[in-house]
């Protein structure tokens, strides 16, 4: 059974830092381009960063450069998401997907998390 579980969201203060994870079982993680999306109330999915299988190439949205750092560990098949100086509009839903493409397009996502919330909030 595929499976991609996210943890590590919660409620931090603007400023603040969090670590997402990404825990991928039932297939060969390895193999894929790891990337994390959010979705706040209202608004479209956007693809905020991804990772190459080996992990030599990573992708950031301007939204989030300089704040966010994607990272993976493939002997643990888990992928993760350093999120630094938080701000509110930071505040989302976030899901981890697993794409054969390197890629940041919902579309081109072959698994899917559940999802992590993450509220940015004094």
């Known amino acids: 059974q595929v499976q991609l579980v996210e943890s590590g969201g919660g409620l931090v203060q603007p400023g603040g830092s969090l670590r997402l994870s990404c825990a991928a079982s039932?297939?060969?993680?390895?193999?894929?381009?790891i990337a994390w999306f959010r979705q706040a109330p209202g608004k479209e999915r956007e693809g905020v960063s991804c990772i190459s299988s080996s992990g030599g190439r990573t992708y950031y949205a301007d939204s989030v450069k300089g704040r966010f750092t994607i990272s993976r560990d493939n002997a643990k098949n888990t992928g993760y998401l350093q999120m630094n100086s938080l701000k509110s509009e930071d505040t989302a839903v976030y899901y981890c997907?697993?794409?054969?493409?390197?890629?940041?397009?919902?579309?081109?996502?072959?698994?899917w998390g559940q999802g992590t919330q993450v509220t940015v909030s004094s």
């Open positions: 997907a697993a794409s054969r493409y390197y890629s940041v397009k919902p579309n081109f996502m072959h698994y």
């Open positions: 039932g297939f060969t993680s390895g193999d894929y381009t």
